[in-house]
């Protein structure tokens, strides 16, 4: 493999010249990738990694096609987006194909961030209401504007939460307020939502948006219960508020039945405003926003003009029609559903062997591993989740864990992933779950855990990760102790002892 540098010498560099707070995967031994394709990745010694994290890399890793699209456009013409260009309008024409009629007007960002932006632009916008309703555990973007309504990022900071942000139940029918076991637990969580706004109005406030992804991804691959999503919108547009549905990670196909997940909780259900990014451009950067025409002429009353230098640029325009051309001609939604159910069955019968599976939720290629120390309980088993993706990176397996106890094993690879694939990954992880039950004295019958302390060795980068982890974590939240959760540095020290 060509390099500029070494694995150290890089390392070096990035700690010289690249911010602290730009974090890398498995930071206390990263991996250098030099190469990709498909869902596989390689590092500078030639290992191979299946890839079960990006998302990004939508329909594969330097897919041949996309790569193609972009060189040809850029041999040609790449320019701002005031010139007259057919690669934008085409584009916005087969993307508003894929969305429900009403949703019909694009804007073009860089990013996610940006889309995430621009939507509460147009949401405040439109009847020139201030304040937004978001979900706990929430995450939106990196700008100032979404910082504030992600709840999975100012909780951590110093930041006080904004008078004009209101932070509405997770949905969570596992680990929420509302779970399986309640008779209505869509109403139950709409209604929560619903006080909201009536505690709002009391105040003389006025309600913006509600703003949600259509699955929740950083707060731990939480899916909705069927008929939210209508109650709250219902709720939302009468408090003469928008919906906002974030797709920046979920869309595009990935839970294969539908084209975005907002289209699994029914036909009757279509929001406001969709935003989107990562999978867009399979790794180029590009997102949008997508609108009604009566939401964008408000935008557009304001007198403001809105101008983006790079957002539909020909050579974007041009990438993403070619990753909708794959996601068509390669049936990527129909793999995403047969791989998907194989996947979940694979893992359904992990639950039953493995007392650390607490609940396998999911739809399509996004499915998260929910671990716990007890079922009864619930108990998140954070430090064995850090075990366990360090552990599967020795085996050549990428996984990453998320959710407010960080004890969700998130998996969503590439669109091409294969039933092989979800056979290998699910071996190993049983391997490492045998192991860690084994060295726990754990019992294996399902739904039965003793929950004593874990005497699996940890890999050491997964320990010193932790203790970071948990003494920022502390410093930043000093509820969690409060709350009576065990921190990460005890679990550490029990996979050690």
């Known amino acids: 493999m060509c390099e500029l540098y070494s694995k150290q010498e890089t390392l070096a560099l990035r700690r010289k010249h690249i911010g602290p707070s730009c974090k890398v995967f498995f930071a206390a031994d990263p991996i250098k990738i030099v190469r990709a394709q498909r869902q596989y990745m390689f590092d500078e010694k030639g290992d191979q990694y299946l890839d079960c994290i990006n998302n990004v890399a939508h329909v594969g890793h330097c897919h041949p096609e996309v790569v193609k699209a972009a060189q040809k456009q850029?041999?040609?013409l790449n320019t701002n987006s005031r010139f007259l260009h057919d690669n934008i309008v085409e584009y916005a024409k087969r993307l508003s194909a894929t969305l429900p009629d009403r949703l019909s007007v694009c804007y073009f960002t860089n990013s996610g961030s940006e889309a995430n932006d621009l939507a509460l632009r147009l949401a405040r916008q439109f009847r020139g209401h201030q304040d937004v309703i978001t979900l706990d555990h929430a995450y939106h973007g990196h700008l100032s504007s979404l910082i504030e309504i992600s709840p999975y990022k100012f909780q951590k900071g110093k930041d006080v939460k904004k008078e004009f942000v209101h932070v509405a139940p997770a949905p969570d029918t596992y680990r929420g307020k509302y779970r399986e076991d309640h008779a209505d637990p869509a109403s139950a969580y709409a209604d929560e939502v619903k006080k909201i706004i009536d505690e709002a109005h009391n105040s003389g406030r006025k309600i913006a948006?509600?703003?949600?992804?259509?699955?929740?991804?950083?707060?731990?691959?939480?899916?909705?219960?069927?008929?939210?999503f209508q109650k709250v919108a219902e709720y939302v547009r009468g408090a003469g508020g928008v919906f906002i549905a974030d797709e920046v990670q979920v869309g595009f196909g990935r839970v294969g039945k539908h084209f975005w997940s907002f289209q699994m909780f029914g036909e009757d259900f279509v929001p406001d405003i969709v935003t989107m990014g990562k999978p867009m451009g399979n790794g180029h950067p590009m997102a949008c926003v997508v609108t009604t025409k009566e939401i964008a002429e408000a935008f557009s009353a304001s007198g403001m003009e809105y101008f983006n230098t790079y957002g539909g640029n020909p050579v974007s325009s041009a990438v993403g029609l070619a990753v909708l051309d794959v996601i068509k001609n390669e049936d990527l939604q129909g793999n995403a559903t047969r791989v998907g159910n194989y996947l979940t069955d694979l893992l359904n019968k992990q639950k039953t062997k493995h007392t650390l599976i607490g609940d396998i939720r999911g739809v399509g290629l996004f499915i998260g591993i929910d671990l716990v120390k007890d079922h009864q309980q619930r108990t998140p088993a954070t430090a064995e989740a850090q075990h366990i993706i360090y552990k599967m990176k020795e085996k050549r397996v990428l996984l990453s864990a998320d959710g407010p106890h960080r004890?969700?094993?998130k998996i969503k690879p590439p669109m091409c992933f294969t039933e092989e694939d979800a056979k290998f990954m699910v071996e190993q992880l049983d391997g490492i779950l045998t192991g860690l039950?084994?060295?726990?004295?754990?019992?294996t019958e399902s739904g039965i855990s003793k929950n004593t302390p874990c005497r699996a060795k940890m890999p050491k980068e997964a320990q010193s990760e932790l203790l970071r982890d948990s003494s920022l974590e502390s410093r930043e939240n000093p509820s969690q102790k409060r709350n009576g959760l065990c921190t990460d540095s005890l679990l550490s020290k029990r996979l050690r002892t």
């Open 74 to 76: 850029m041999e040609l």
């Open 407 to 409: 004890n969700v094993l």
């Open 437 to 443: 039950e084994e060295a726990t004295g754990a019992e």
């Open 209 to 228: 948006a509600f703003i949600a992804e259509s699955m929740q991804s950083c707060g731990g691959q939480i899916i909705p219960p069927a008929g939210y």
